[in-house]
């Protein structure tokens, strides 16, 4: 049994690894193993703990925020087994051994050696991003959803965790996957908006290859589309298709979209023409800027993430 927890702890990572690399989150460090600074507090038996095992580490300069290198601690949890009818026990084990992992990198060698190679940076923020997938659950298996509001996991100093189980990995993996396939890759980048916290004007970037971290649990994906020296915006939708789902992502791009004047596409996990075209022809129709109603499309994505490393 040791060996096969092994050998699926190396599959998961493989496919963290290939996931981390479409997001853009390259050259990740692996494999590391930190000093623990909290030993009597973080013990798992009588002995108090020495390390924290970490599968990635991530370091990248945020681009919603200026002047903040982003430390993120990615763990890999990845299983040939659905997740438990009753899950928050063993979430909140693999929660909690992450969020110590993070308390002390914070002060850690690894953290000030990273810091010392990059320049103007004015702040820092550590966060952990949790991957528990499986090989079992449907790819729309959202487990996220039952150990919501789980207790017993504030007790540490861990800031953020990003959890990411099948749904959200699905999600993420569908719409880059479409979006890539359908323009090319070379001209698809991830959209980074203006925040009110990236307004210098000697750093700013408004898209880029690297997927926010802030993305990860985040029910859109927008990207910058460019073509032939014109610019289009895709946005994926996590949610299923209604007009009201629509009517507000039609807002949202139009409020940031004035640089787009290709397209603006959105697209839905679930959309038909033949349910939903006369819906969508409704919500054009209420826009009052036709020359925009004109550029909007809908469409549909669908892929599975389990593929990747393959």
Known sequence: MGEWSKKLGEHGEDVVAAFMNMIGWKAPLTGIDLDCYRGPAHSQGTAPRRSHGVDFLFPCVSPLEDEVLKHLLVSSKFSSNAYPTSPAARFKDYFLDLAMALECY??????????SGYQGISAEQIAGVLFWINDEDPSDMDVVRKIAGSKGIDDLNYNTIYVVD????SFLYESITYTRSRYGSENVRFLYPSTGRNISPSTRMTSGTVLPPE????GIIPFVVQQNG????????????????????VGFSISIGSEFPGKIEISFADYSFAKHDQDVGMVKAMISNKEVAQTVEVTRYSQDFRSISQ
């Open 106 to 115: 914070r002060r850690s060698a690894q953290k000030k050696t990273i810091n």
């Open 230 to 249: 014109v610019k289009s915006l895709t946005i994926c939708c996590q949610d299923n298709f209604s007009s009201e789902a629509l009517s507000r992502l």
């Open 215 to 218: 993305y990860l649990n985040s």
């Open 166 to 169: 099948n749904y959200r990995a």
